[in-house]
């Protein structure tokens, strides 16, 4: 693709909110099937007061992100993983699938649409892109749609923590995320509206983010409300909670191969115990949104433990493993096969 100019946007003060940008992708599901596809301007969706989502939040979306490389191009990271998880979590909610290579198709178009708003190398901004499904059809007895829309807007932002690289505090919260059984580990949209009190409580008592226990036992790490969680240990190991009930983060996926494949660390992902965490060298939050987020502090009822890493900065182990995965991103590092996909 020719290189084309982006659109005049303050790139470097973007923060993590929407921005209207000129596409967006729509495909209707009706009497059992989808229908083609379009690309269309307007951002309006409207609905029958009684439609499926508004009613039951039958409701379910993914979230990755297109960039520019060093030289020039566009590309999107493993696009293919998020069309798989939004297939397992249609699955989970009783609503269709749409296939794994359209979403990918539908991806590449509505950022083609859309390409002036994908921000300049090296401004620190992205675009990301937003797919989602919901069930539009009355509905009255709590039961399925039969009718469902599946769209796609982008949005262009920044960082997702004020501050960018600067480490966050969390707190672990009275409140669970996610049962035992329950659909913690599919992106629906009702993990997210159950964890709004929780982190407008944490907001008001100065903490970033909540760190959620397993609610069967709360002696287990999970993850935090919108993203997977890593530890480094003393001896320069990445440990990350294996857990049935946390998303399974397709950025935790890919540091934990950067980890063990690029930066010849030792890798484990298994059970946490929360008693385990001030053991621990460095903390980070990680996903599509918050890239790799420090934590410096964690706080449990005025109890505090404070990494060795401190507020100030990266830890050092944090700091490589982000410098790996935005580097294969960018297009300066390269990427293992099939990662990058590059808009063309
Ligand atoms: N955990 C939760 C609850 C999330 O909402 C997200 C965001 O998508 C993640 C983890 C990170 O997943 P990914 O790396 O696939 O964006
Ligand atoms: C993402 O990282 O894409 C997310 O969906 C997290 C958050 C914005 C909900």
Not at 98 to 124: H, L, M, Q, T
Not at 250 to 279: C, N, P, Q, W
């Amino acid at each position: 693709m020719e290189a084309v100019m982006e659109k005049n946007i303050d790139w470097g003060n973007l923060g993590f909110g929407y921005i209207k940008t000129d596409y967006r992708y729509v495909s209707e599901y009706k009497n059992g099937s989808w229908d083609e596809g379009t690309l269309t301007t307007d951002e309006k969706v409207v609905l029958n007061e009684s439609a499926g989502v508004l009613q039951y939040a039958q409701t379910c979306f993914e979230g990755l992100k297109a960039y520019k490389t060093a030289d020039g191009k566009v590309v999107c990271f493993r696009p293919d993983l998020n069309a798989k998880r939004m297939a397992d979590t249609c699955k989970r909610l009783e609503m269709p699938v749409f296939s794994e290579e359209r979403f990918v198709d539908a991806v590449i178009k509505v950022v083609k649409k859309n390409i002036k708003y994908v921000p300049p190398y090296g401004s620190g901004a992205t675009l990301y892109i937003r797919p989602y499904m919901f069930g539009t059809n009355p509905v009255m007895g709590v039961k399925p749609a039969d009718e469902y829309q599946f769209r796609i807007f982008t949005s262009p932002v920044g960082p997702y923590f004020k501050g960018g690289a600067k480490p966050i505090t969390l707190r672990v919260p009275d409140f669970d995320r996610a049962a035992p059984h329950g659909t913690g580990h599919v992106k629906a949209g009702l993990n997210y509206a159950m964890s709004l009190h929780a982190i407008v409580d944490a907001h008001k008592q100065g903490f970033n983010e909540n760190m959620y226990l397993d609610s069967a036992t709360r002696t287990k790490v999970e993850e935090t409300g919108g993203a997977n969680i890593i530890f480094v240990t003393k001896d320069n190991k990445v440990v990350t909670p294996k857990s049935s009930t946390i998303l399974p983060s397709i950025t935790r996926r890919s540091l934990m191969y950067v980890a063990e494949h690029y930066l010849g660390l030792k890798t484990e992902e298994r059970e946490i115990l929360f008693s385990e965490v001030k053991d621990f060298n460095e903390c980070a939050l990680c996903g599509t949104a918050a890239v790799l987020s420090p934590v410096g502090k964690i706080f449990d009822h005025g109890k505090e433990i404070a990494f060795p890493s401190g507020m100030e900065k990266m830890g050092e182990v944090t700091k490589k493993l982000y410098d790996t995965l935005t580097g294969i991103q960018m297009g300066t590092i390269e990427a293992p096969e099939g990662w990058i996909k590059v808009i063309e």
